[in-house]
């Protein structure tokens, strides 16, 4: 029998199970192919952002949008343009229901299980297509797949050709491989905006203690260099972080700590200079950045893939 078994929301930036259906059964097929979503959950960040993968029986589907990847098993006889359009309608109602911010900041697996209320109700619907309760036009999903059909993912790019694990890279009709210096970011966040200004802020702050301790210099012999020096390495690692904010590089996150740890070594020195509330804002604000560069991690799409 044609139908859908099982669906599951996850992260893409790190695989971080959202919510998911939950009656799976449990045969020996279905349960092999649980496997190969903790598999692919690893990989999304890799993907395009429309796949199909075989497995015997079965089918996984999947689709990744916003940092968050619809993932659902039918079994393989069952219509890719049902498949993809009850995807879709998961990703809408997913988008509609929670904000990035808390999709991004998600600790625990399966946070927001309650999304299964609706996950069954949609599963129900296309298991019964002649009885659906709403009309779905599937003319443009046809069209869609049809000009832009889903990346097969082959078992030796999965790593499981002869029970050797190999690296995963996808290298997909006119994509390419991707690129680590052209990757994009996630969409930003109001954190990230807000941690951008804050650190612009913090740098301003710094830039015109610096050239107000230049003026001390030049009018006093009392002034201590080094502060200068202080109060422009802040400037500068603050101005840093904010390039590594809106921008992908290699190593972001051991560049982004390795920054908030020198802007603490320039407030520690300019501890005389600074009562404990401006030190206390320098460095909380430098560590609110380094987490919010730590969050917003790359799409992991190559950059000419047109979504």
């Known amino acids: 029998m044609s139908m859908i078994l099982s669906a599951s929301v996850i992260r893409v930036r790190d695989g971080l199970p959202l ?32 796949c199909t993968l075989k ?33 879709d309608e998961l990703q809408k109602e997913f988008i509609t229901t929670y904000n ?24 129900q619907r296309y298991n019964n297509p002649r009885s659906l309760s709403t009309k779905i036009n599937l003319s443009d999903m046809q069209m869609e797949i049809k000009l832009r059909p889903p990346y097969q993912i082959s078992m030796c790019e999965l790593g ?13 009709k006119g994509a390419g491989k991707i690129s680590s210096a052209h990757q994009r ?21 710094n830039l015109i203690r ?20 202080a109060f422009f390495l802040g400037t500068a690692a603050c101005l840093y972080q904010c390039y590594l904010l809106v921008y992908y590089t290699g190593w972001r996150n051991v560049k ?13 020195y300019l501890y005389e200079l600074r009562n404990l509330w401006q030190l206390f804002f320098h460095v909380t604000v430098g560590a609110f950045v ?10 992991g799409k190559a950059p000419d893939y047109d979504v």
């Open 100 to 123: 990035m911010m808390k999709t991004n900041t998600a600790v625990r697996p399966y946070c927001f299980i309650e999304f299964d209320n609706f996950i069954q109700r949609t599963k």
């Open 55 to 87: 497995t015997g029986h079965y089918n996984i589907n999947f689709i990744s949008s916003l940092g968050v990847s619809y993932m659902m098993l039918c079994t393989e006889n069952y219509p890719n343009v049902l498949a993809f359009s009850f995807l």
């Open 256 to 268: 982004s700590f390795l920054t908030f740890g020198l802007i603490c070594l320039c407030n520690m």
């Open 210 to 229: 610096g050239f107000h301790a230049i003026e001390s210099l030049l009018q006093s012999d009392g002034e201590d260099f080094n502060y200068i020096v």
């Open 185 to 205: 970011l996630e969409p930003a966040t109001l954190s990230a905006i807000v941690a951008f200004i804050l650190s612009l802020l913090c740098g301003a702050l």
């Open 160 to 172: 499981l050709a002869n029970g050797v694990t190999s690296a995963f890279s996808v290298d997909y």
């Open 19 to 50: 919510s998911a259906s939950t009656d799976y059964e449990q045969g020996t097929g279905v349960q092999e192919c649980r496997k190969y979503f903790k598999m692919l959950s690893k990989k999304l960040a890799q993907l395009p952002d429309r």
């Open 290 to 299: 380094t987490l919010q560069i730590w969050l917003r991690q790359a799409q």
